[in-house]
């Protein structure tokens, strides 16, 4: 019984950070959509909507949004005890470690690629300028604005030097989840052993 009060107190706590994770995220997410207009007023272009599209706040508030609602899911099925929230949240979490797991392996199995990327990149760059540079006044601006130095071999760099923090903070994450998955089954089948028994 005790085992069991424990592993309901660490579900909450679990499914409070990812609540509360996610809380900020969509926070962050909405007050980016809401006021989205300085960002692209401090660089001095006019962004296209395609390209609005694709800024970060949608990605915030999407992910904020899944965060909220599985922190919500974990916690609602350990509090009241629901089979059916806590199997759901299980197989969320399990789904979303197997595309990471997934993803991490085809990065490792195509990492010599990147370098060939890298290179297509800098082609592509340098051919986009050469063509584009003070005859599209958009292009000129964006690129005066936003390029000071060279990008590309400090992202390369910057993979190169953080990876090992990206694979320890990607490892922290899995074991996180992989702890939660274990607290959750174990509350899935221990519900009709306390109910019952």
């Known amino acids: 019984m005790a085992l069991f009060s424990l592993l309901k107190i660490l579900m909450f706590l679990f499914n409070s950070i ?18 989205g207009s300085s ?4 660089l001095g272009v006019t962004v296209s909507p395609f390209t609005q599209l694709l800024v970060v706040r949608y990605l915030c508030i999407v992910i904020g949004s899944i ?8 916690c609602w099925g350990a509090i009241r005890e629901n089979k059916s929230l806590l199997l759901l949240f299980f197989i ?3 789904t979303l470690f197997l595309v990471k797991m997934a993803s991490a392996m085809i990065i ?3 990492s ?7 290179a297509h990149i800098d082609s592509w760059a340098v ?16 690129w005066n604005t936003t390029m000071k130095e060279g990008c590309l071999h400090k992202l390369k760099e910057s993979l190169e ?20 998955m274990v607290v959750s089954i174990i509350l899935f089948f221990k519900i009709d052993d306390i109910s019952y028994g």
């Open 112 to 118: 010599s690629t990147v370098n060939v990327l890298f």
């Open 39 to 42: 960002l692209t007023d401090f």
């Open 108 to 110: 490792l199995i195509f």
């Open 18 to 35: 990812i609540f509360f994770g996610g809380l900020g995220l969509l926070g962050i997410g909405l007050c980016l959509k809401i006021d």
């Open 161 to 180: 030097k953080n990876g090992k923090l990206i694979g320890g903070v990607g490892l922290g994450i899995s074991v996180f989840e992989v702890a939660a």
């Open 67 to 74: 965060l909220l609602l599985l922190g919500i899911l974990g």
């Open 92 to 94: 969320i979490i399990l």
């Open 127 to 142: 051919r986009t300028l050469q063509e584009s540079y003070d005859k599209k006044e958009d292009i000129t601006k964006m």
